[in-house]
């Protein structure tokens, strides 16, 4: 319709965090209707900053921060506190040079994609399913993205697939591979198997691993970045460290990868108060993830709960979320497993849980223990509704 617009944006559609639903309210029952929902559907944290925290930034927002001049370009002060917190206990010796800060991990991931495969030079190649954003924002600059399986009963990828990809894909050849760890939706760690293939990819592969949930599953290749200077580690604020307002992601890798970083994005990428609250999410690190260990208690016992579903199939988890399918068995009323997730979706949020239904499944993040009761009680009655 516009001309000028490149024809390929055309077919994409717009990322949307949380989809509408497409059931037909009269084929559903009738619910309460409900005052608040709980956002069981992004992997946020269920906790906000505690009150003092946010005051101690009320004040630096009031007496610290110029809110004419633009922020610190350099990142210096946050770049030297990531490092830390990144050697704390890791055994590696990150320097502050070896971070690179972005609106998000999601502007690392453009950025690294930028600097690599833009203008037919490069494809990427993911594992389905997987972090949808890879692909997005490939598409949106134009390079082809080159997806591999999964086991239908591990979630660990197809590494005969992606080594065939790596041999056979030309014009553009692949550049990058993207993989999680532990993967979103389903929440699994990289295998032995797949870190070794990883280990022994060409230096004119570019390995990116993202550990967004890092806080959660305590398992990191930092360690490994000192000989792999092929290898990007991406992290965030917006999980564990609850700052996913502020849009704060940072990646880790050799200095020369992370100057490319510095070229490619834009000039003042950072907000003045997205640094300070980073600052002080850093400062006060021991406080915001001590909650972590009972979130991780509560995902086993929601784990045992939806194991015991004869409906349900469960996966372990290495992240604050858990993923779960609908047994075949169990779909006898309904034309396919999308439909019925898409009902079971709709009937959660009719109760008041929102969460994500993804690769035919549905994910759903760990929250609150009143969230999490809740959940478990409204999937049995939606369970029972399907
Ligand atoms: C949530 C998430 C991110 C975080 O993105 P931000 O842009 O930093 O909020 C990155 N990667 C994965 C796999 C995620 O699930």
Redesign the pocket.
């Known amino acids: 319709m516009l001309k000028f617009i490149r024809p390929e944006l055309a077919q994409l559609v717009a990322y949307a965090p949380h989809p509408e639903g497409t059931i037909a309210p009269d084929t559903l029952p009738d619910f309460p209707p409900v005052a608040t929902l709980d956002q069981l559907n992004?992997?946020e944290s269920p906790y906000d900053l505690p009150l003092v925290l946010k005051q101690k930034l009320a004040w630096a927002y009031q007496q610290e921060l110029a809110t004419n001049r633009y922020p610190d370009s350099g990142h210096a002060m946050l770049k030297q506190a990531i490092a830390d917190y990144v050697n704390e206990g890791s055994g590696a010796a990150i320097t502050a040079e070896q971070i690179a800060l972005?609106?998000?991990?999601?502007?690392l991931?453009r950025s690294l994609l930028i600097a690599t495969c833009l203008g037919g030079q490069g494809s990427i190649l993911v594992a389905d399913p997987?972090?949808v954003?890879y692909g997005i924002l490939a598409q949106t600059l134009g390079i082809p993205v080159v997806a591999v399986g999964r086991s239908e009963t591990t979630f660990a990828m197809d590494l005969t697939a992606a080594q065939a990809a790596l041999v056979q894909t030309q014009d553009p050849p692949i550049r990058v591979v993207f993989v999680?760890h532990p993967?979103?939706p389903t929440a699994n760690l990289l295998t032995e198997a797949e870190i070794t293939w990883l280990r022994q990819l060409p230096e004119h592969i570019l390995v990116v691993i993202?550990e967004?949930?890092f806080e959660f599953s305590q398992h990191t290749l930092v360690s490994e970045l000192a000989q792999q200077p092929n290898w990007v580690i991406?992290r965030?604020?917006?999980?564990a460290l609850r700052l996913?307002s502020h849009?704060?992601?940072y990646a880790i890798a050799a200095a020369p990868l992370t100057a490319i970083l510095e070229k490619v994005r834009l000039p003042y990428n950072l907000p003045a108060a997205s640094q300070a609250a980073a600052l002080v999410a850093l400062q006060h690190r021991e406080q915001l993830l001590s909650v972590i260990p009972s979130m991780l208690t509560a995902r086993s016992q929601i784990l045992a709960t939806l194991a015991r579903h004869p409906q349900l199939q469960v996966w372990p988890s290495a992240a604050n979320f858990v993923y779960l399918r609908l047994r075949p068995e169990g779909l006898v009323s309904q034309p396919s497993a999308d439909g019925a997730l898409a009902r079971l979706t709709e009937l959660l949020k009719r109760q008041g849980t929102l969460v994500r239904q993804i690769s035919g499944g549905l994910r759903v993040t760990i929250g609150t223990p009143e969230e999490n009761q809740r959940f478990l009680e409204r999937l049995a009655i939606a369970l029972a509704h399907l």
Do not use: C, P, Q
Request: hydrophobic residues 35%.
């Open positions: 992004a992997n972005g609106n998000g991990s999601d502007e991931i997987t972090f954003m999680v993967n979103s993202d967004a949930y991406l965030t604020f917006s999980k996913a849009r704060v992601g």
